[in-house]
């Protein structure tokens, strides 16, 4: 089992940053891609950012050039540093964690673990 607690969601104005933290826990070793999606409300939840064990980074078109993930493997922790910050952002993240496949998938349906979620409020 490996358990996912999010923090350092809150409320930002338009162009403003956050960075969101993502604590593994249990049979960390197993993990091999840690992502970042998010749900706004009555939308199904989208892929947003995930790195490799290797470090090797996938982004969604939306985030490009605005989020930077990455991932301090000796503290089981990953991070979404969220700069520029646009009111369409505005969602609830999740962190998540694949233990089957060495490469990043995007879909949903291919990560094992999931956290509970932060929310992150951006106001225009």
């Known amino acids: 089992q490996v358990q996912l607690v999010e923090s350092g969601g809150g409320l930002v104005q338009a162009g403003g940053s956050l960075r969101l933290s993502c604590a593994a826990s249990g049979r960390t070793f197993s993990i091999y891609t840690l992502g970042w999606f998010r749900q706004a409300p009555g939308k199904e939840r989208e892929f947003v950012a995930a790195i490799s064990w290797s470090g090797g980074r996938t982004y969604a078109d939306s985030v490009k050039g605005r989020f930077t993930i990455s991932r301090d493997n000796a503290k089981n922790t990953v991070y979404l540093q969220m700069n520029s910050l646009k009111p369409e952002d505005t969602a609830v993240y999740y962190c998540?964690?694949?233990?089957?496949?060495?490469?990043?998938?995007?879909?949903?349906?291919?990560?094992?673990?999931w956290g509970q979620g932060t929310q992150v409020t951006v106001s225009s």
């Open positions: 998540a964690a694949d233990i089957n496949n060495s490469r990043v998938v995007v879909p949903a349906s291919g990560y094992d673990y």
